[in-house]
């Protein structure tokens, strides 16, 4: 995976990558703005270069602190930039979801 990383000039995000499976960037996706569970069902095999550019949601806030530029409201969002740029579509489903439970903790005895 040639994981170049994401990029943040003001509410501009870029997300690059070279030689990645739709497994990988599903869950590059899940762990950045988007904040959700993203699961490849697309059935595509092999290794994609991806090159990925939006606009922050405003409501979001910037990650320069209070003095950023504000939103270009021109940009597309991140849902609209992975279906017109990569051509893929996310659709929200329901399923099954690994739970930790902690149902008694103690603290620890003195040695």
């Known amino acids: 995976c040639g994981f170049r990383g994401f990029g943040?000039?003001?509410?501009?995000?870029?997300?690059?990558?070279?030689?990645v499976t739709m497994a990988?960037?599903?869950a590059s996706l899940s762990a950045g703005e988007l904040r959700t569970r993203i699961i490849d069902k697309t059935g595509l095999a092999g290794t994609f270069d991806v090159?990925?550019?939006?606009?922050?949601d405003p409501v979001s806030p910037p990650?320069?602190?209070p003095s950023a530029p504000p939103a270009d409201t021109n940009g597309p969002?991140?849902?609209s930039a992975i279906q017109e740029q990569l051509g893929l579509k996310?659709?929200?489903?329901k399923g099954p979801v690994d739970v930790?439970?902690?149902?008694?903790?103690?603290s620890p005895s003195a040695n």
């Not at 090159?51 to 922050?56: G, I, S």
């Not at 996310?90 to 489903?93: D, E, G, M, R």
């Not at 930790?100 to 103690?106: A, G, K, R, W």
């Open 8 to 19: 943040f000039d003001g509410p501009n995000r870029t997300l690059e990558m070279a030689g």
């Open 24 to 26: 990988e960037l599903a």
């Open 51 to 56: 090159q990925l550019k939006w606009t922050a």
């Open 63 to 65: 990650p320069m602190g």
């Open 77 to 79: 969002s991140l849902l």
């Open 90 to 93: 996310l659709q929200p489903a």
């Open 100 to 106: 930790l439970v902690i149902d008694h903790l103690e």
